[in-house]
Structures are given as C-alpha cells and as structure tokens.
C-alpha cells in the first residue's frame, strides 16, 4: 500500500481542542523490522490470522451476516487485525479485512446503525441497541481509513455517531458502555480534526456527562483489596481502558497527565505486579503474585498508555509502555501465539486445568489455549503487538518525529514539506544500542525528541562523528538541526541491574525495560483440542522453590549478564536473548497451595547449598518466579 502522509488539519475546527504534544502517524507510515517484524509474522501464522477460520465467534459472527457472537467478539479481532494487516502488507489479511468492513458498512441501516441489532447485540441490559461494540469498530475504522485512504469511511462514521446520538436521549449509556465511553471518544476526537463538525463536540460532551465517573471513582478509591465478587467497577478490563481518559475527556482538566499518574500509582500500590500491569482475574485482586492478570487488561492497558503519551508527552507512559509490552504481552502467548492465558502470574509454577484461588474465574483460566475461561482474550489480544508497532514514532507539534517506544523499524513520513525516511536499527530491548540513519530528498530542518527512560542514568546521544552527549533520564531529548541523507544518530541506554522490592518483602530482578524470572524447565501436555489451536498444560521439571542470595544492594558484581542472538523468536523460552545468573538457595518448605505457589516464605529455613540459578525475560518464560524470598 501506499505510504501515508501525516493529514493536514489547519483547515479545520480542531482548534476548538487542546492540542496534543504529539501526533499518532498514519497506520502505515511506520513498518516493523528485525525481531519485531519477525514477531508480527509470527502473530499472523498463528490465531491472529486463522480466527475466522475455524472458530465460530468470529467466523460466523453476527456483524458479517452469521449466527454466532453478534456483540464485541468480531469488532475486538478486526480492530487487532487491520493493524496488524496494514503493518505486514499482506495481501491475504488485507482481503480479509476489506470483506468485514465491506460487508459492515454496506449493512449499515437506513438510520445509521452500524451492525447487529437486537438480542444478537446485546450484552448488557437494553432492551435492544447496544453501542459498545460500535466503539471498538469505529476505531477499526479509522486506521483503515488512513492506511487505505478509503472514502466511505468517514461518511459510515458521521451516519453512526448521528444515530448513537440520538439513542443516548432516549437511552443513556449503562454498564459496558459507560464504563468504556472514553474509546468512543477516541473517535469523536478523530473524526471532529477531520471535519470541524461541532456536533461532534456536542455528542463528546454527552458522553462524558453520561459515562462512569472515573475522577471520582479514583478520588475515593476503596478496592484495596482483593475483591470476593465481580462487579463492573472492579474489573480489570475497565480499570485498564479507563486510564486514558484524562486523554479523552473534552472538559480535560490542566493537570490531565498528572490524573492519570495518580490513578496507575493507586492500582500500583494496591494491585500492582511486577510485569507493570495491575492484577485481576475478572475482579481487581491485590499484589500477591499468583493473582493473575487478564490478558484483556494487558493490551488495553497498553493502548490506554499510547493515548495518554500521545496526548501529554510524558515519558513516564512510553515507559510503563515498554516494560508491558516486552515482558506481560509475550509472557501470556505460546511463541507460536497459537495458544493464549486467560489470566498470567507473576509467580506461575503450574498450568494445569485445576482449581485456584481466583476471585471469579474457573480452573482453565491459566491454560495456554484457544478459548481458556472465555473467549474475549482470544478476540482482543490482537491489538497488543501492532499497536505497539504503530505507536512507535509520532509526530511533533513543530513538525518534528518524536521516539515513542524503542524497537526496529522504518519511519516514512514528510517534515518541513520534504520526504524523509529514518531506519531505526537496534536489538532493544534486549541489547542497549539504538542508531537511526536518515534519508531525506534535500537538506531540510526539523526536531527529533528521543525518549529516555527513568531507568537510563547514563543514556548519551551521538550524531555521526560529533562527540556523544549525556542525555538526561525520565524525558525526551530534542535535538533541532538540518539533517541530509546518512545521517546518523546513536543512542545508548545503558541498563544496570535494579532490585525491586515487592509483594511481603519479596525482590524482582529487572535490566531495563525487562523484568526477570527463574527459568524453570517446562514440560507441555497437549490437554484437550485440535492442533494447533489446541489447550495446553505446563509442568515444572526443575525446582523453582529458590529465594535469592544477594547480599546488599550492590548487585552488579553478583550477577552475570549472558547475551545470545536475537532469533526468529525472541521470546521463546528455548534461548533467550539475554540471561541472568544469580545466586540462590533452594527453600524446601516452600510448595504449592491450592495449585498455585504458597505465600512467599522468609528466607531462614533456606537450604545451606548455595546454587547459580538462570533468570530470563519474564516474555520468555511459561512457568516461573518473579517475585522471590531473599535469603
């Protein structure tokens, strides 16, 4: 497909918002290289691009005319598939796409209803339309929209949000929907730049007076602790989505950015774990690290994070984008992605179909499989890699390219009225090292802002032969200057070793964006299932009952750094990219409990016998510890 050009607004009435820090570039505009490309590859092959195949939710789904799930299994895919489609360029997901939105929009009704109708498409209490599932299509739209250019879309949006508007005088928005109203902001906000049409505005402000209040739901936070039943106010899913509204709201207030900082510190402090998503298996569920984490949660959680640095620029979110994407994402998938968790953890020593002190969910929930618990993982996890892979460089305010996220691939786009391509090499985040080549169609000036995270306390930044300069921590770093063809800049992001203390006094090891885990040997037992979307338990075949024996807080000289190449599958358990060796303690008494591990132990009844024990990327591993005793 073509490579799209960053639109020109200027035209229209988007002055009557705030203006973002930085602008999302067109679906198409960044491609994936390396071992990002490599994963997205992998994503296809397995269920991302088989779904409407073979499982009914989505190959018969309602919104393409079948007899199965008409409410937001299919919405869900398609919004993880057109990325995913657009970013590949493959011809045979794109003809996929095209027949889902071909048939959506030459379906619409007469007054404007965007797909199934009646009990097909419920899945709260109305009595007939529910718009939730039109939330999640309409974003599915505009990124097919700007990849594709394709001119039905925006009027199919204007007849929709027309019809959505009306129904809210008759029906105001209730349970999914209000808890969800900031993604059909999202596209308010993204057709209203596009056409200037104040009623857009007006149909934002209604939905924002009629959604949850999350402000105040956050003002007095009162789950605390894990919950003993499931409502919609302490689902995991809604607390992940809900995060980017400070971003969506039209009443925003100054301090939108620090909002949504409060309201991660909140969930961090009483749900967080030490991948950076917060805990809920259905219901938020407190900090022990055997409560697990819906994978719902894990990619909304990041697409929340891509709006909010969009939106305020602060690099706290690339940050916390990052450390989700590269270590809860990868974790919760087979390295083929032909099999999924309902629920991850932290500290995961058995996948087995078997009771655990889950809050709401049954004993398949930490299955690696096609449908395990229940299927909205297996329709949404898709969004989670090519979000990412979109979202990893965005437009300044000046015209300028900011680094959002750091991974291989190449960025065409226009700056001051010229071409330019930029190349970003690098096997981050699994090495230190990034360099960007440039490639102009003349001289021409404008700014690049390159994110360095909090954790890069000697980050440098090096033009071509220039000397390298120190680039300061937890912000971006601009450089303004005329750039020519083969330019190059290379930035360093040393990474040490940090401790983190956790859950009862336990540590979690992390180098950088990657959290580490004890690499505990896996045995799979194909359960139940056609190959290759089949169910899969995992066993241990190595101890995992070890705390850490490190001695103060200098670690470094404690623990060794082993590096391999980065291959077709980063985050396979095989041969990670990178390892740990550390020194541990075996802990005897320290078993399982209702299936999962027992509460982390203190270290005095650790074994004499001091080992050397593995820790990889948490992305790389099936079972393991995270959180561990220090002994």
Same mark, same amino acid.
């Given at each position: 497909?073509?490579?799209?050009n960053?639109?020109?607004?200027?035209?229209?009435?988007?002055?009557?918002?705030?203006?973002?820090?930085?602008?999302?570039?067109?679906?198409?505009?960044?491609?994936?290289?390396?071992?990002?490309?490599?994963?997205?590859?992998?994503?296809?092959?397995?269920?991302?691009?088989?779904?409407?195949?073979?499982?009914?939710?989505?190959?018969?789904?309602?919104?393409?005319?079948?007899?199965?799930?008409?409410?937001?299994?299919?919405?869900?895919?398609?919004?993880?598939?057109?990325?995913?489609?657009?970013?590949?360029?493959?011809?045979?997901?794109?003809?996929?796409?095209?027949?889902?939105?071909?048939?959506?929009?030459?379906h619409?009704?007469?007054?404007?209803?965007?797909?199934?109708?009646?009990?097909?498409?419920?899945?709260?209490?109305?009595?007939?339309?529910?718009?939730?599932?039109?939330?999640?299509?309409?974003?599915?739209?505009?990124?097919?929209?700007?990849?594709?250019?394709?001119?039905?879309?925006?009027?199919?949006?204007?007849?929709?949000?027309?019809?959505?508007?009306?129904?809210?005088?008759?029906?105001?928005?209730?349970?999914?929907?209000?808890?969800?109203?900031?993604?059909?902001?999202?596209?308010?906000?993204?057709?209203?730049?596009?056409?200037?049409?104040?009623?857009?505005?007006?149909?934002?402000?209604?939905?924002?007076?009629?959604?949850?209040?999350?402000?105040?739901?956050?003002?007095?936070?009162?789950?605390?602790?894990?919950?003993?039943?499931?409502?919609?106010e302490?689902?995991?899913?809604? %607390?992940?989505?809900?995060? *980017?509204?400070? $971003?969506?709201?039209?009443?925003?207030?100054? =301090? @939108?950015?620090?909002? &949504?900082?409060?309201?991660?510190?909140?969930?961090?402090?009483?749900h967080?774990?030490a991948?950076?998503?917060?805990?809920?298996?259905?219901?938020?569920?407190?900090?022990?690290?055997?409560?697990?984490?819906?994978?719902?949660?894990?990619?909304?959680?990041?697409?929340?994070?891509?709006?909010?640095?969009?939106?305020?620029?602060?690099?706290?979110?690339?940050?916390?984008?990052?450390?989700?994407?590269?270590?809860?994402?990868?974790?919760?998938?087979?390295?083929?992605?032909?099999?999924?968790?309902?629920?991850?953890?932290?500290?995961?020593v058995?996948?087995?179909?078997?009771?655990?002190?889950?809050?709401?969910?049954?004993?398949?929930?930490?299955?690696?499989?096609?449908?395990?618990?229940?299927?909205?993982?297996?329709?949404?996890? %898709?969004?989670?890699?090519? *979000?990412?892979? $979109?979202?990893?460089?965005?437009?300044?305010? =000046? @015209?300028?390219?900011? &680094?959002?996220?750091?991974?291989?691939?190449?960025?065409?786009?226009?700056?001051?009225?010229?071409?330019?391509?930029?190349?970003?090499?690098?096997?981050?985040?699994?090495?230190?090292?990034?360099?960007?080549?440039?490639?102009?169609?003349?001289?021409?000036?404008?700014?690049?802002?390159?994110?360095?995270?909090?954790?890069?306390?000697?980050?440098?930044?090096?033009?071509?032969?220039e000397?390298?300069?120190?680039?300061?921590?937890?912000?971006f770093?601009?450089?303004?200057?005329?750039?020519?063809?083969?330019?190059?800049?290379?930035?360093?992001?040393?990474?040490?070793?940090?401790?983190?203390?956790?859950?009862?006094?336990?540590?979690?090891?992390k180098?950088?964006?990657?959290?580490?885990?004890?690499?505990?040997?896996?045995?799979?037992?194909?359960?139940?299932?056609?190959l290759?979307?089949?169910?899969?338990e995992?066993?241990?075949?190595?101890?995992?009952?070890?705390?850490?024996?490190?001695?103060?807080?200098?670690?470094?000289?404690?623990?060794?750094?082993?590096?391999?190449?980065?291959?077709?599958?980063?985050?396979?358990?095989?041969?990670?990219?990178?390892?740990?060796?550390?020194?541990?303690?075996?802990?005897?008494?320290?078993?399982?409990?209702?299936?999962?591990?027992?509460?982390?132990?203190g270290?005095?009844?650790?074994?004499?016998?001091?080992?050397?024990?593995?820790?990889?990327?948490?992305?790389?591993?099936?079972?393991?510890?995270?959180?561990?005793?220090?002994?």
């Amino acid at each position: 497909m073509n490579t799209p050009n960053p639109p020109d607004f200027a035209s229209q009435g988007s002055s009557n918002l705030r203006n973002d820090t930085y602008t999302p570039l067109p679906l198409g505009s960044i491609l994936p290289q390396g071992w990002l490309l490599g994963q997205l590859r992998i994503q296809a092959d397995g269920l991302s691009g088989h779904l409407d195949e073979f499982w009914p939710s989505v190959a018969q789904s309602g919104w393409i005319g079948g007899d199965s799930d008409g409410w937001e299994r299919g919405p869900y895919w398609l919004d993880g598939l057109v990325p995913l489609a657009i970013l590949l360029d493959d011809d045979k997901l794109i003809k996929k796409a095209t027949k889902w939105l071909d048939y959506i929009i030459s379906h619409q009704d007469e007054e404007g209803w965007l797909g199934p109708r009646g009990s097909a498409a419920i899945g709260s209490g109305r009595t007939d339309l529910d718009p939730w599932p039109i939330f999640v299509v309409l974003k599915a739209m505009t990124q097919w929209q700007e990849a594709t250019g394709d001119t039905r879309i925006v009027p199919s949006m204007q007849r929709a949000l027309r019809r959505i508007d009306t129904l809210l005088d008759e029906h105001p928005l209730t349970e999914w929907a209000a808890m969800r109203w900031q993604d059909l902001a999202v596209s308010l906000k993204w057709l209203y730049v596009r056409t200037g049409e104040e009623w857009l505005l007006d149909l934002w402000r209604k939905v924002e007076a009629q959604g949850y209040d999350w402000p105040t739901h956050f003002a007095g936070f009162k789950y605390t602790e894990k919950q003993p039943e499931w409502k919609l106010e302490n689902h995991v899913v809604n %607390h992940a989505m809900a995060l *980017k509204e400070p $971003a969506t709201r039209i009443s925003s207030d100054a =301090d @939108g950015a620090e909002m &949504a900082k409060r309201w991660m510190a909140i969930l961090d402090e009483f749900h967080g774990q030490a991948s950076g998503v917060f805990s809920g298996d259905e219901s938020l569920a407190g900090r022990n690290p055997t409560q697990g984490t819906e994978l719902c949660s894990v990619v909304e959680y990041m697409y929340s994070l891509e709006v909010l640095i969009s939106t305020f620029g602060d690099a706290i979110f690339g940050d916390r984008l990052e450390q989700i994407a590269y270590n809860a994402l990868p974790a919760t998938f087979t390295p083929n992605m032909w099999a999924h968790q309902y629920d991850q953890q932290a500290n995961q020593v058995l996948v087995t179909d078997a009771p655990r002190p889950w809050t709401n969910n049954d004993n398949t929930a930490n299955l690696f499989g096609l449908e395990p618990h229940f299927g909205c993982c297996t329709a949404n996890m %898709h969004q989670g890699w090519p *979000k990412l892979a $979109a979202s990893l460089w965005m437009q300044t305010e =000046d @015209g300028g390219l900011a &680094a959002i996220a750091y991974a291989p691939c190449t960025v065409n786009t226009t700056c001051g009225g010229h071409h330019v391509s930029l190349t970003e090499e690098t096997d981050y985040p699994f090495r230190d090292t990034i360099k960007i080549t440039l490639k102009t169609d003349g001289p021409v000036q404008f700014s690049l802002s390159l994110r360095i995270p909090a954790w890069a306390k000697t980050a440098t930044v090096q033009i071509g032969d220039e000397p390298a300069v120190s680039a300061a921590a937890s912000q971006f770093h601009r450089i303004d200057r005329i750039w020519t063809t083969g330019d190059t800049i290379v930035l360093s992001l040393p990474a040490t070793i940090e401790l983190e203390t956790r859950y009862q006094g336990a540590v979690t090891v992390k180098r950088g964006p990657l959290v580490f885990a004890l690499k505990i040997e896996e045995e799979f037992t194909h359960l139940r299932g056609e190959l290759p979307h089949a169910d899969w338990e995992v066993r241990p075949k190595s101890p995992w009952n070890y705390g850490l024996a490190i001695s103060g807080d200098s670690t470094e000289e404690q623990i060794e750094v082993s590096t391999a190449e980065v291959g077709d599958t980063p985050f396979g358990a095989e041969n990670p990219p990178i390892t740990l060796t550390v020194p541990a303690r075996l802990i005897p008494g320290w078993g399982l409990e209702n299936n999962v591990a027992a509460e982390i132990p203190g270290g005095e009844n650790a074994s004499e016998t001091l080992e050397y024990v593995t820790l990889a990327p948490y992305g790389c591993t099936h079972l393991r510890i995270t959180e561990f005793p220090r002994v």
